[in-house]
């Protein structure tokens, strides 16, 4: 039994004719008649049968013709995945949240590092709306974003690890000793806030909408090193992850407090939805979530 039999008997079932399933296929009549001719052989049995009004399948036929077209199917598929894995990959294009990549760039690249396939990785630095687009209209591979804000239709993704939101403020900030805080403890503090699109502003407007409060904001902006120096200038205090505070090499100029009720996010690898992943991206995946925890 050879692949091209198959190939031509669907041919022949979907055209319901073997003139017109020769002219699809560019080959003979005699030469398709032929190759139908010993696949019922090697079944034991007729397959089709031809009519005035063209080809008709047996009830075994009918029972071939499913198995034939998962075989085909599946062999489409794994020629293409072959075809993946001759491509040279140029740059595997990464996204994720400015906060988030300083916290966890460098470990990822360590653990990617070790990868017997090493390629460049291209890090795209957003809010997580932005990455959000960038990833369903295919101008990124992979985005690392926190689960809690978007809708993960037509993604898959994989949990990458859970973090804490907290309150940034100096270490000689008045709240500086709390161990968590509450909407109306900060109800009148200057915040200095990252822009809309990142999203980690959310579990801060909750808690203030659920307490009634309308917080001061001295600005937004989207570079994190500016956020360190109002927080660390006591000229404002600030949401960020927990991480970051534990990471910073000034981390005894700041204090990390927890929110009442406490808000964690939960970061994940997301990829669109496809039939097959490129090896790159496969092995990616595999390093970044191996042991989660360590990262």
């Known amino acids: 039994m050879k692949l091209t039999q198959l190939q031509y008997f669907m041919c022949i079932s979907e055209c319901g004719s073997f003139t017109k399933a020769a002219e ?9 008649s032929k190759a139908i001719a010993e696949l019922e052989v090697e079944a034991g049995t007729t397959l089709l049968l031809r009519t005035k009004s063209g080809v008709q399948l047996t009830q075994e036929g009918q029972i071939v013709l499913e198995q034939v077209r998962n075989i085909l199917r599946e062999t489409d598929e794994l020629s293409e995945m072959f075809w993946q894995m001759r491509q040279t990959y140029h740059t595997l294009k990464i996204g994720i949240p400015p906060t988030m990549g300083y916290c966890f760039i460098p470990a990822i690249m360590g653990r990617v590092s070790t990868l017997k396939n090493e390629v460049p990785i291209e890090w795209k630095e957003s809010g997580t709306n932005n990455l959000e ?15 809690n804000f978007i809708q993960m239709d037509n993604l898959e993704y994989r949990k990458f690890r859970d973090v804490e ?3 940034f403020v ?8 709390e161990k968590s805080v509450t909407a109306d403890m900060i109800a009148n503090e200057r915040f200095v806030l990252f822009n809309e699109e990142y999203n980690q502003n959310v579990p801060f407007d909750k808690l203030f909408n659920n307490g009634g409060f309308f917080p001061k904001r001295v600005t937004y902006t989207s570079q994190l ?14 949401v960020m992850i927990r991480d970051i505070w534990e990471l910073s090499p000034h981390k005894s100029n700041f204090r990390a407090i927890s929110f009442d009720p406490p808000y964690h996010l ?5 990829w669109r939805k496809q039939s097959h992943l490129s090896w790159v991206m496969r092995d990616f995946i595999r390093a970044v979530i191996k042991s989660p925890t360590e990262i």
């Not at 687009?133 to 689960?147: N, Y």
């Not at 090193?225 to 600030?238: G, M, Q, R, W």
């Not at 939960?266 to 997301?270: D, F, P, R, T």
């Open 24 to 32: 699809q296929l560019h080959i003979t009549q005699p030469s398709l």
């Open 133 to 147: 687009q960038l990833l369903r209209s295919g101008k990124i591979d992979i985005a690392i974003i926190p689960s």
């Open 170 to 177: 100096a270490k000689d900030h008045p709240l500086a000793n």
């Open 266 to 270: 939960e970061l994940v690898l997301a």
């Open 225 to 238: 090193s500016t956020a360190l120096n109002y927080v660390e200038k006591n000229i404002a205090v600030s």
């Open 165 to 167: 939101e907290i309150l």
